[in-house]
């Protein structure tokens, strides 16, 4: 691992300069369903986007533990921030791990521009010299508008039919594109986390070189080269999975903080005493706080274990893996379950918009149904415990 450019502790002291700037501008995000562009600018020149980028590159190639601690502080300043940072540096992952060395590092040539775009549903990829063609629509390509380079996934044919892989399914593959070859579909109107753009992508018949794409197979150990040669490099699929977890617990904190904020101002209707001199508060605000601190204990254990094997360049074993894959839906329920407290606590407080109380209540439910920490994946692990095959393939990479 290469020696940091830049700490966790400046990186951190940065966000919260700009938590001003976020906040302002946060009703815009909300209403236009896109980070921004401020603030984009702003989260790029503090180098933000880079955290997971290959030194050899100009990123800052921390580690994850890092990582993970700065994206739950993006996440209690504001939950959409902190979800594209997660998730952008998250991609830049799959991207270093993934691709022929050669067309990662153009994919992630520019360190302080994220990368961008969703997998399902599959498209079509058909097989042409040098490369594919491709079309397809993806959703959830989150914070699309600023992004370097796209990515989708599809069913590889050839001949007009498509190709079968060892297992008899067919082959899928995985391609990263230029953002100004695709169109942006608007079409990000949700309940919550409005801000993070997480509109559709589309490309029609585009050619993509196969240094820019990959045939889903497992991932050997240890092969890389050159800039992408780190252990950060051999974690794929679980460090990307472990991206959603600190973001339930940045949003169940930054409840926390708001229901302290509000209890020494707050006498609820027909009463005499302030909010936090009610025995019902009390409780609750320390059974909050032991809910998120034991949800950003487990993540943060579960990702040294795997943190550790890929040092010792060793893939985790799939019980360690599935163990931070517990974590992360572990800590999107603990996020939405503290939430939920808080609205208890805070009576009709919860319900203005002047408070930031709904906010928080709609971002948590939102990213409750994202599919690498949804309540889905506990079946997905259950099968493995029980000695079945898992029904979530990007376990098996």
């Known amino acids: 691992m290469v020696t940091p450019l830049v700490s966790e502790q400046s990186l951190v002291e940065r966000l919260r300069e700009l938590e001003p700037l976020i906040r ?3 009703a815009w995000a909300e209403e236009n369903c896109r980070m921004h562009p401020e603030v984009f600018e702003a989260l790029r020149q503090a180098r933000l ?18 990582g993970l601690r700065i994206f739950e502080e993006a996440a209690r300043i504001e939950p959409a921030v902190g979800w594209t940072l997660a998730n952008q540096n998250g991609i830049d992952t799959f991207v270093c791990s993934m691709l022929p060395e050669a067309g990662a590092a153009e994919v992630v040539s520019d360190p302080a521009r994220p990368v961008s775009g969703g997998w399902f549903p599959p498209g079509r990829i058909d097989v042409v010299e040098g490369g ?5 629509q993806w959703a959830f390509a989150s914070t699309c508008h600023y992004a370097q380079y796209l990515t989708g996934m599809g069913v590889v044919h050839d001949g007009g ?11 899928m593959a995985i391609v990263y594109f230029p953002t100004d070859e695709a169109r942006i579909v608007d079409n990000w109107d949700t309940l919550g986390m409005r801000g993070t753009g997480s509109h559709d992508i589309a490309i029609e018949d585009l050619f993509v070189p196969e240094r820019h794409t990959w045939r889903m197979a497992p991932l050997p150990t240890a092969t890389r080269t050159g800039p992408f040669a780190g252990p950060l490099y051999e974690m794929t699929p679980w460090l990307p999975i472990a991206t ?10 930054a409840a926390i903080d708001e229901l302290v904020a509000l209890a020494t101002q707050k006498t609820p209707s027909y009463l005499a005493k302030t909010l936090r001199d009610k025995e019902v508060a009390q409780a609750n605000v ?9 949800a950003r204990c487990y993540l943060h254990d579960t990702m040294r274990t795997v943190w550790e094997a890929a040092v010792d360049r060793r893939r985790p074993t799939l019980e360690e893996g599935l163990e931070l894959q517990l974590a992360v839906c572990n800590a999107m329920e603990a996020g939405s379950n503290v939430v939920n407290l808080v609205h208890d606590t805070v009576g009709t407080s919860g319900i203005r918009h002047s408070q930031r109380f709904e906010q928080l209540y709609r971002d948590a439910r939102t990213i409750s149904q994202h599919t690498f920490g949804s309540v889905a994946r506990y079946e997905s692990s259950g099968k493995a415990f029980f ?5 979530w393939g990007f376990y098996y990479l």
């Open 24 to 26: 302002q501008n946060s």
């Open 49 to 66: 986007f880079s955290i997971w980028k290959p030194a050899g590159l100009g990123g800052l190639e921390l580690d994850p533990l890092t």
């Open 132 to 136: 594919y063609r491709v079309t397809g």
């Open 161 to 171: 039919a498509p190709q079968l892989g060892p297992d008899g399914n067919p082959s």
């Open 244 to 253: 959603l977890g600190p973001i339930g617990i940045g949003v169940g904190q």
């Open 286 to 294: 320390a059974r909050a706080r032991a809910q998120v601190g034991a």
């Open 387 to 391: 000695g079945l095959p898992s029904d």
